[in-house]
């Protein structure tokens, strides 16, 4: 049944990359379907216990890759995504492994017996299904975004802040394994009562599923310290084994990594993905990650509540906000760091997190610390040197050109006599002669810290105005 639902989800796969792409106008050109050698080197395009579907479709100037494994079907919705889903596989091998032993297959069975539904909510977060088309990031190099509305939901969510809890004696702050509790009961039914909200009221109850979920959290970065792979890693696939061994370790009262390790070699042997997992993120609780973040941010971001919905809303996990706080503080920017969190906070996926992640990457990389500020553009990000030189990182796996890039480039912003747009893949013909004609010096496959290994990787490509 496995066999045929993952035959039929490719056949759909490839049906979506075939469907005929929309008419252009003059200047203007569709995204393309690509083979997937043209894009990454052939190590990444098998290996034990995986293959990636050939073709790949290039959607919001990054590269939807598909990928069969005998776990089932994995997306990567950019060439960075595609490295690290790889990587995961033999982690994904040893967790699966594990989950077999008696210590594991004991607890998870005894988990199912004891545990209610409550206790499954603690870590229950929503993803992307497998079907659905991924957005790319066109939209961060469009004319037509605006932030207005963003702006706006700040304001509302700032309003919603400060008037917490008051004129409402009854409402209290969302909070900690909601889920399946009743609503508050009505204010004229409980005149006495400050709070209703489940966890402030459940006492030794809530104290009790605290205990454990933090035994949890615990638990599950053990392992992923085990096997050097990202404890808030996106993978659906892995994500669930980690929840799965996490929690069983939980209800045996054992130690998961102790028991991984007895099914698992050296973590050499386990990851593939080498030189790119942040090892800090892995010493840290996410607690502790999140403010020392906020401590990093507050040094360039004035605007102390912007910092705070960034910390916990958007496509960000902690390991990506981690990511970009190092790589602020590293870039010290004179000024635009508020506009930068805000438009983060909006983010709405992973791919989206990483592009405002690798931009700043790009930046630090090409551009003198301490030397400049970011602007925002739209949704785009740049930096401007003191001197008046514009950087425009674009860390997308493949550009092509149509009239909202045109209307983009072409904004007043952009006339400064030298700007460079570092491209982190390719370009198409198109895309490089319209960038050319208005004056922008070109670098593709810029390099950066933890940039994808792109196919034919040499001499980086160059084109000066």
Same mark, same amino acid.
């Given at each position: 049944?496995?066999?045929?639902?993952?035959?039929?989800?490719?056949?759909?796969?490839?049906?979506?990359?075939?469907?005929?792409?929309? #008419?252009?106008?003059?200047?203007?050109? =569709?995204?393309?379907?690509?083979?997937?050698?043209? @894009?990454? =080197?052939?190590?990444?395009?098998?290996?034990?216990?995986?293959?990636?579907?050939?073709?790949?479709?290039?959607?919001?100037?990054?590269?939807?890759?598909?990928?069969?494994? #005998?776990?089932?079907?994995?997306?990567?919705?950019?060439?960075?995504?595609?490295?690290?889903?790889?990587?995961?596989?033999?982690?994904?091998?040893?967790?699966?492994?594990?989950? #077999?032993?008696?210590?594991?297959?004991?607890?998870?069975?005894?988990?199912?017996?004891?545990?209610?539904?409550?206790?499954?909510?603690?870590?229950?977060?929503?993803?992307?299904?497998?079907?659905?088309?991924?957005?790319?990031?066109?939209?961060?190099?469009?004319?037509?975004?605006?932030?207005?509305?963003?702006?706006?939901?700040?304001? !509302?969510?700032?309003?919603?802040?400060?008037?917490?809890?008051?004129?409402?004696?009854?409402?209290?702050?969302?909070?900690?394994?909601?889920?399946?509790?009743?609503?508050? =009961?009505?204010?004229?039914?409980?005149?006495?009562?400050? !709070?209703?909200?489940?966890?402030?009221?459940?006492?030794?109850?809530?104290?009790?599923? *605290?205990?454990?979920?933090? #035994?949890?959290?615990?638990?599950?970065?053990?392992?992923?310290?085990?096997?050097?792979?990202?404890?808030?890693?996106?993978?659906?696939? /892995?994500?669930?084994? /980690?929840?799965?061994?996490?929690?069983?370790?939980?209800?045996?009262?054992?130690?998961?990594?102790?028991?991984?390790?007895?099914?698992?070699?050296?973590?050499?042997?386990?990851?593939?993905?080498?030189?790119?997992?942040?090892?800090?993120?892995?010493?840290?609780?996410?607690?502790?990650?999140?403010?020392?973040?906020?401590?990093?941010?507050?040094?360039?971001?004035?605007?102390?509540?912007?910092?705070?919905?960034?910390?916990?809303?958007?496509?960000? *996990?902690?390991?990506?906000?981690?990511?970009?706080?190092?790589?602020?503080?590293?870039? +010290?920017?004179?000024?635009?760091?508020?506009?930068?969190?805000?438009?983060?906070?909006?983010?709405?996926?992973?791919?989206?997190?990483?592009? @405002?992640?690798?931009?700043?990457?790009?930046?630090?990389?090409?551009?003198?610390?301490?030397?400049?500020?970011?602007?925002?553009?739209?949704?785009?990000?740049?930096?401007? !040197?003191?001197?008046?030189?514009?950087?425009?990182? /674009?860390?997308?796996?493949?550009?092509?050109? !149509?009239?909202?890039?045109?209307?983009?480039?072409?904004? =007043?912003?952009?006339?400064?006599?030298?700007?460079?747009?570092?491209?982190?893949?390719?370009?198409?013909?198109?895309?490089?002669? +319209?960038?050319?004609?208005?004056?922008?010096?070109?670098?593709?496959?810029?390099?950066?810290?933890?940039?994808?290994?792109?196919?034919?990787?040499?001499?980086?490509?160059?084109?000066?105005?």
């Amino acid at each position: 049944m496995r066999r045929r639902f993952l035959w039929c989800f490719i056949v759909a796969a490839c049906a979506a990359h075939a469907e005929p792409p929309p #008419k252009c106008q003059r200047d203007c050109e =569709p995204e393309p379907v690509l083979t997937a050698p043209a @894009l990454v =080197p052939a190590a990444l395009l098998s290996g034990p216990g995986y293959r990636v579907i050939p073709e790949v479709r290039v959607r919001g100037y990054m590269a939807d890759f598909l990928i069969d494994t #005998k776990f089932g079907p994995l997306r990567a919705d950019s060439a960075e995504l595609l490295s690290i889903r790889v990587s995961e596989i033999p982690a994904m091998e040893a967790l699966d492994r594990a989950s #077999k032993t008696d210590a594991f297959a004991h607890a998870i069975a005894e988990r199912g017996r004891k545990t209610g539904t409550a206790i499954l909510h603690v870590v229950e977060h929503p993803v992307d299904t497998i079907t659905g088309l991924p957005a790319g990031v066109g939209h961060y190099i469009s004319h037509e975004w605006n932030l207005l509305t963003s702006r706006a939901q700040a304001l !509302s969510d700032r309003s919603t802040k400060e008037f917490e809890n008051k004129g409402d004696a009854f409402r209290a702050p969302e909070g900690p394994m909601t889920a399946d509790r009743d609503e508050p =009961p009505d204010a004229t039914n409980m005149p006495d009562k400050k !709070s209703r909200a489940w966890y402030a009221r459940a006492g030794s109850e809530a104290e009790r599923e *605290t205990k454990r979920y933090l #035994k949890y959290s615990n638990e599950r970065r053990d392992m992923a310290k085990l096997l050097n792979i990202d404890p808030n890693s996106t993978n659906p696939i /892995l994500d669930d084994k /980690l929840d799965e061994l996490a929690w069983a370790a939980v209800w045996g009262n054992f130690s998961a990594g102790a028991a991984l390790g007895t099914v698992t070699t050296a973590t050499t042997d386990v990851i593939t993905w080498t030189g790119r997992l942040n090892q800090y993120v892995l010493e840290k609780t996410p607690e502790d990650l999140r403010e020392e973040n906020r401590t990093r941010l507050v040094k360039f971001c004035s605007d102390d509540f912007s910092v705070r919905q960034f910390l916990r809303r958007g496509g960000f *996990t902690d390991t990506l906000r981690t990511a970009l706080a190092q790589s602020l503080e590293k870039l +010290k920017p004179e000024s635009g760091c508020d506009e930068l969190i805000e438009l983060a906070a909006t983010t709405r996926g992973e791919v989206e997190a990483r592009y @405002l992640t690798d931009a700043l990457k790009l930046i630090q990389r090409h551009a003198t610390p301490g030397d400049g500020k970011l602007i925002v553009i739209d949704a785009a990000l740049a930096w401007q !040197s003191t001197d008046g030189k514009m950087l425009l990182p /674009l860390p997308v796996d493949y550009l092509t050109w !149509s009239h909202d890039i045109g209307t983009f480039f072409d904004q =007043p912003i952009f006339r400064t006599a030298n700007r460079t747009a570092y491209i982190g893949g390719d370009a198409s013909r198109l895309a490089q002669r +319209k960038l050319s004609d208005r004056g922008w010096n070109i670098v593709l496959r810029a390099p950066y810290d933890g940039a994808p290994t792109y196919a034919n990787d040499g001499e980086f490509q160059t084109q000066q105005n």
